[in-house]
């Protein structure tokens, strides 16, 4: 769908300044939702527009049918779907598809993370080897809109101390590239679970560390997300965080 429309977003409009959501994202996510209801109907739904809930005892979905709007407003590439599988505090599923790209990335629970390419080969995803933050790429999107602010948490000191500052227009792309070894941090300072819990579990099955912006284990209402390589990275940049 989204392949088809990529010229001809259709209508598109803001849901707050510079929040845009397209006729696209509305109809994939009625896609997305309609076929969730038919196969597992005992399962809640967690959506970007439409809203839902988390499930207290059982299985939610997180949804993102168009990660990446702006761009895919635009035509630009980089635009992807997210979907989450959660139970509790943990995600157990989760599947980054960029179709402009050609790539899915998945991963499951203690079952690894992988790549299919568009000529249907599958490969293992691994996290590079930078451990300093001199030698790392970090993707983040931020902007001084509202109270998304790149000076909160010091995140601008982290571009400060980085060799290069990576900004990608979508989370769920960042965070594949960072489990696939493209990147080595990934920064998000906004509460989008739906954009996040594929992170947060790509990251980890491909041998790197994902928490929320005190170190503390990521949950679907952290306010934000720091994710890399390896746990010296890791640290490095926390403390940066920690001294904003």
Known sequence: ???????????????????????????????????????YPDDAIL???????????????????????ANFARANPLFCVCISVVEG??????????????????????????????SGETYPLGVAQAERLEDSFVG??????????????????????????????SAGIRGAWLAAGYIDVSIGTRNTAWDYAPTVLLVSEAGGRATNLTGGPWTYDADGLVATNNDTLHAEVLNLIADG
């Open 89 to 118: 505090d943990e995600v157990k599923h989760a599947a980054v598809a960029a179709p402009r790209l050609g790539d899915v990335y998945h991963a499951s629970a203690g079952g690894g993370a992988f790549r299919d390419s568009a």
């Open 140 to 169: 983040a999107d931020v902007s001084y809109r509202g109270s998304n602010n790149p000076a909160k948490n010091n995140i601008l000191e982290v571009f400060r101390s980085c060799w290069q500052v990576r900004s990608i227009g």
């Open 1 to 39: 769908m989204q392949l088809s429309r990529y010229q001809d977003p259709g209508e598109i409009s803001e849901k707050a300044p510079k929040d845009l959501v397209t006729e696209v994202d509305l109809l994939c996510e009625e896609f997305l939702i309609s076929e969730i209801n038919e196969h």
């Open 47 to 69: 959506s970007e527009e439409r809203g839902g809930e988390i499930s207290p005892t059982g299985r939610t979905w997180l949804l993102d049918p168009v990660d990446g709007t």
